[in-house]
């Protein structure tokens, strides 16, 4: 299994970026996955997830302004994140099941 996360970047304040994470190795149909982010010095946090069945969840503070979605077909699960805030900034992170990381993308909102 390996995981190729991309689409961070620098945005100003109020603009979107979308994240994606494709996975290779296997199909993961029914697998859960979720995006984490993690600024230096703080625990790594759940900000959105999806599960098997294709429910979602988001932490407070992303929610209405970030999306996770999926495409069965490319492996692929997608982070829209929209309305950025300077409290954004951090390392965002893709995850498949409960093992599998990507390595990590930087997002920077100023």
């Known amino acids: 299994v390996q995981l190729v996360e991309s689409g961070g970047g620098s945005v100003q304040t109020g603009g979107s970026l979308t994240l994606s994470c494709a996975g290779s190795g296997r199909t993961y149909f029914n697998w859960c996955m979720g995006w984490f982010r993690q600024v230096e010095g703080k625990d790594r946090e759940a900000v959105a997830t999806l599960d098997y069945r294709g429910r979602t969840a988001y932490q407070d503070s992303v929610k209405g302004r970030f999306t996770i979605t999926k495409d069965n077909a490319k492996n692929t699960v997608y982070l829209q994140i929209n309305s950025l805030k300077s409290e954004d900034t951090a390392l965002y992170y893709c995850?498949?099941?409960?093992?599998?990381w990507g390595q990590g993308t930087q997002v920077t909102v100023s």
């Open positions: 995850v498949f099941g409960d093992s599998y």
